[in-house]
């Protein structure tokens, strides 16, 4: 009983080590990365230099995601595209990002 209890936790630490993988500076920035540049090959040529991303030097796990109102449909489009292929705890953070750029477009 003593060893499946050992089976359990290893497992559950495990899922935590990969929750918290998904959420490094470097996993959020690849993928904010990946989203911009799906977005700029989705958006007609004039609204391609309105899509950027910026992750802050002192703060990396900081980002700024800047687009303009017309060009939000295709940053939406390129999260949701990317999902999928996202670990769990990074997919949640896009999930959120996509729900506050949705609020912040209606204003």
Same mark, same amino acid.
């Not at 936790?9 to 500076?25: A, H, S, V, Y």
């Not at 017309?70 to 997919?91: F, H, Q, S």
């Given at each position: 009983? *003593?060893?499946?209890?050992? @089976?359990?936790?290893?497992?559950?630490?495990?899922?935590?080590?990969?929750?918290?993988?998904?959420?490094?500076?470097?996993?959020?920035?690849?993928?904010?990365?990946? !989203?911009?540049? &799906?977005?700029?090959?989705? +958006?007609?040529?004039? @609204? $391609?230099?309105? !899509? &950027?991303?910026?992750?802050?030097?002192?703060?990396?796990?900081?980002?700024?995601?800047?687009?303009?109102?017309? +060009?939000?449909?295709? $940053?939406? /489009? *390129?999260?949701? &595209?990317?999902? /999928?292929?996202?670990?769990? +705890?990074?997919?949640?953070?896009?999930?959120?990002? #996509?729900?506050?750029?949705?609020?912040? #477009?209606?204003?």
């Amino acid at each position: 009983m *003593a060893n499946e209890e050992m @089976l359990v936790l290893n497992k559950l630490l495990q899922e935590f080590e990969n929750l918290k993988m998904g959420l490094e500076p470097e996993v959020l920035s690849g993928w904010y990365n990946k !989203i911009a540049s &799906d977005a700029k090959g989705r +958006a007609p040529g004039h @609204l $391609v230099d309105s !899509i &950027d991303v910026i992750q802050d030097p002192i703060l990396p796990m900081k980002f700024e995601f800047k687009t303009s109102r017309r +060009a939000v449909k295709y $940053v939406l /489009e *390129a999260i949701d &595209d990317n999902l /999928e292929g996202m670990p769990t +705890a990074t997919r949640l953070y896009f999930q959120k990002l #996509s729900e506050i750029i949705q609020n912040e #477009s209606m204003r």
